[in-house]
């Protein structure tokens, strides 16, 4: 009886014993001298980042008058604090009788845009291609933008009130550029204010309407 | 029981315990030979980025030590670049792997070559090409394990040409010699 129980401890060590040196880690590749082992590599590009309209330039609502020599303004800042009028007119046959009044009804509201891109990076911000505000033959001007660049701690040059060119007043010679940049989470917050300006015309008031028009925003890196 | 019937039941149990510890000896000298194992711990990456021009080569820089040197025309992304990691085990002890050793005549010491890279491309888009491999040249510890670091260049076309968003890949080779 002792002899049999020697023998199948001895089989059961020897087993066990082989198996523990032919294995290898799992996962691994084994190596020989002068053999390849081919191995990946990768990278990613990502050149789009996600543009977001929140909210649109509005005016709101405005009384509005042209003559034939003078002009009047009305500007909404990018934090939408501060609305005013440039230029509130004298009066029927005074001397600068063109005039924009603002309701307080229905105030004017900076347009919002979201950026969300790679973290901490320069975003540059285009302004091209600029309409008049119109409703049929009446229009106003797109006389400037005014964006929230400055309040954004990049690092580089940015604008604070830009001036641009409209359908009828002779274009830049070359777009209106200034600089943003992302934040720490990647991403940048842009607020458009603007003014408007009357045109010079035939004295009287603008026809009530709902007058639109636009201009395009370009971000790159 | 008589000494003939002794003296062959003990004959009997030699022939039995030499077999196996035949076997276990038999074991250890076929896994001598071809016993070095590689793991990968990460892959070579050159992370996540946008590219500003392609009008000349821009390049990423990814050295042993993990650092990361970008093109001013490349913005990096949110995904960071790395250099590939190794683990090496079961190579002869106390030895160098060498970069770049001249074959085929290899050192006697140990070496690695980094060859055959296929570039890193995406279907239908411009492709990265891949050069300058440089590794840390571990040195193997008394057990024949070390950690291998692997960085390289990484060059775009330069011809103007985009390259679209997307997952680039490739593959290259690693030989070492001992």
């Known amino acids: 009886m002792t002899l049999r129980s020697f023998k199948k401890l001895a089989a059961v060590s020897a087993v066990a014993l082989s198996a523990a040196m032919y294995s290898h880690t799992a996962g691994a590749a084994a190596v020989q001298s002068g053999d390849p082992t081919t191995v990946t590599t990768g990278a990613t590009v990502e050149n789009t980042f996600t543009v977001t309209v929140v909210k649109t330039l509005d005016f709101g609502t405005v009384g509005a008058m042209t003559d034939p020599t003078d002009t009047a303004t009305f500007t909404v800042e990018p934090d939408g604090s501060d609305t005013f009028v440039d230029d509130p007119g004298n009066g029927y046959l005074g001397t600068d009788p063109a005039a924009i009044v603002s309701s307080e009804d229905d105030p004017a509201a900076a347009a919002n845009i979201t950026v969300a891109g790679f973290k901490n990076v320069n975003i540059w911000v285009t302004y091209d291609n600029f309409t008049d505000v119109a409703s049929g033959g009446d229009a106003f001007e797109i006389q400037e933008v005014h964006d929230n660049l400055s309040t954004l701690n990049c690092a580089g040059a940015a604008i604070t009130t830009p001036t641009n060119g409209s359908a009828t007043l002779a274009a830049p010679a070359s777009p209106t550029i200034g600089l943003g940049c992302t934040d720490a989470s990647g991403d940048m917050d842009y607020l458009i204010g603007g003014t408007i300006e009357t045109k010079v015309g035939a004295y009287g008031p603008y026809p009530d309407g709902a007058y639109a028009g636009s201009f395009d925003v370009t971000f790159s890196y | 029981m008589t000494p003939s019937t002794k003296s062959h039941i003990f004959s009997g149990m030699i022939k039995k315990i030499a077999l196996f510890l035949a076997i276990p000896l038999i074991c250890a000298y076929e896994n001598t030979a071809g016993a070095a194992d590689m793991v990968q711990i990460q892959s070579l990456y050159f992370g996540q980025f946008a590219y500003v021009d392609n009008s000349v080569p ?56 980094l060859t055959n890279s296929s570039g890193i491309t995406l279907p239908a888009s411009e492709s990265f090409t891949l050069s300058n491999f440089t590794t840390n040249e571990p040195i193997t510890d008394g057990n024949g394990d070390a950690t291998l670091y692997i960085g390289a260049t990484l060059t775009t076309s330069g011809n103007g040409q985009n390259y679209d968003t997307g997952s680039y890949t490739g593959t290259y080779d690693i030989t070492f010699y001992f």
């Not at chain 2, 670049?81 to 050793?101: C, K, S």
């Open chain 2, 58 to 113: 821009r390049t990423i820089v990814i050295a042993p030590d993990d650092t990361v040197t970008y093109d001013d025309d490349i913005i990096e992304g949110n995904i960071p670049a790395r250099r590939g990691e190794y683990q090496l085990t079961d190579f002869p002890p106390n030895m160098m792997i060498h970069t770049g050793v001249t074959v085929p005549t290899p050192p006697t010491d140990g070496g690695v070559t």
